[in-house]
């Protein structure tokens, strides 16, 4: 096993790059385009961008990591750190407080709202909905599993591995590409009365729209 270090943050180019290699660092977070979010530059799913792009992004990201020769040992997680509701019927279970979010007003250790995570891997079982509670912490959970690494709080030390999910003895490799429009789609907007600052950035915001820049960060390369 190689050893961990950081590498830092790279253009998303270079995860697709990496990905089509099959030398993609042990862990990558894939972060979709932030910048431009008052005038619908992004394709994060947030308001005021049109979805269909964050659609097309994460397809993008699918499709490299299904076909990248690392595939077979791959675990990919589209996690949400939202889900575009404020109700949720089922209460939601308590965890333990770490210190800092004691100091910072958490006084009942409540997860919240449930919020999507869709677990793609050769490992991952076909049309399941898994019955475990799983918070955030889970993934971080599975991370220090796997590479033997000590938790950061007591939250992801009691959180349930995310990697209880998986199916270790029966992997399918098989992935199956989705038809997905590229795009981009949709065009900037501008709420209310843009002034003059506005205006001026709005042809650079475009210009991040249409190349579809994320950003990738690598870590335990």
């Not at 699918?62 to 997680?77: D, E, I, M």
């Not at 949709?186 to 475009?206: K, N």
Request: with cysteine.
């Amino acid at each position: 096993m190689r050893t961990p270090v950081s590498k830092g943050a790279s253009p998303f180019a270079q995860f697709l790059a990496d990905a089509a290699a099959g030398t993609l660092p042990h862990l990558s977070f894939v972060e979709q385009r932030f910048f431009g979010e008052e005038v619908g530059a992004t394709n994060d799913d947030h308001p005021h961008a049109d979805i269909r792009n964050g659609r097309a992004f994460m397809n993008l990201v699918y499709s490299a990591v299904t076909r990248s020769p690392a595939w077979p040992n791959t675990v990919f997680v589209i996690n949400y750190d939202e889900w575009g509701g404020f109700f949720d019927h089922v209460p939601p279970p308590a965890g333990p407080i770490p210190p800092a979010d004691v100091s910072a007003g958490n006084q009942d250790g409540l997860f919240g709202f449930r919020t999507p995570c869709l677990v793609i891997s050769p490992f991952a079982q076909r049309a399941h909905v898994a019955p475990q509670t799983l918070d955030h912490t889970s993934i971080l959970k599975m991370i220090e599993w796997r590479w033997g690494l000590a938790p950061l709080t007591v939250r992801d030390d009691t959180a349930t591995n995310l990697a209880d999910v998986l199916q270790f003895d029966a992997p399918d490799v098989q992935a199956r590409q989705l038809g997905v429009p590229t795009g981009p789609f949709g065009s900037l907007c501008s709420p209310g009365v843009a002034g003059p600052s506005d205006q001026e950035w709005l042809p650079l915001l475009q210009m991040a729209a249409d190349s579809g820049w994320p950003l990738e960060l690598n870590l335990l390369v």
